[in-house]
Nanobody, 124 residues
Framework: QVQVVESGGGLVQTGGSLRLSCSAS????????MGWFRQAPGKEREFVAS????????LYADSVKGRFIISRDNAKNTMYLQMSSLKPEDTAVYYC?????????????????WGQGTQVTVSS
């Protein structure tokens, strides 16, 4: 059983920064791409960022490009999302997930294991 756990969410003011972490158990982490998604109230879960198995390739949603940075440390089975210049529209529950393949992916259906999510709230 693979367990995926997010942490690092919280309340921050507009323009502030937060770093989310995601830990995943098992060999799945090393062989899989990873991704961050988010879901705001009343909206569908949307893609935020993805990183390939070795960290060599990253992909971002246009809405966060230039403000968020995804990274991973395979030795620690941990992935990160550094979020800067946060806006109220970034408010959402952020989910971490392991992909079915080693390569970056943007669709929810391309991911297998999901965490429970961590709340990020950006106040105006």
């Amino acid at each position: 059983q693979v367990q995926v756990v997010e942490s690092g969410g919280g309340l921050v003011q507009t323009g502030g920064s937060l770093r989310l972490s995601c830990s995943a158990s098992g060999r799945t982490f090393y062989n899989s791409a990873m991704g961050w998604f988010r879901q705001a109230p009343g909206k569908e879960r949307e893609f935020v960022a993805s990183i390939s198995w070795n960290g060599g390739t990253t992909l971002y949603a246009d809405s966060v490009k230039g403000r968020f940075i995804i990274s991973r440390d395979n030795a620690k089975n941990t992935m990160y999302l550094q979020m800067s210049s946060l806006k109220p529209e970034d408010t959402a529950v952020y989910y971490c997930a392991t992909a079915k393949s080693p390569w970056v992916a943007t669709m929810k259906e391309e991911y297998t294991y999901w965490g429970q999510g961590t709340q990020v709230t950006v106040s105006s």
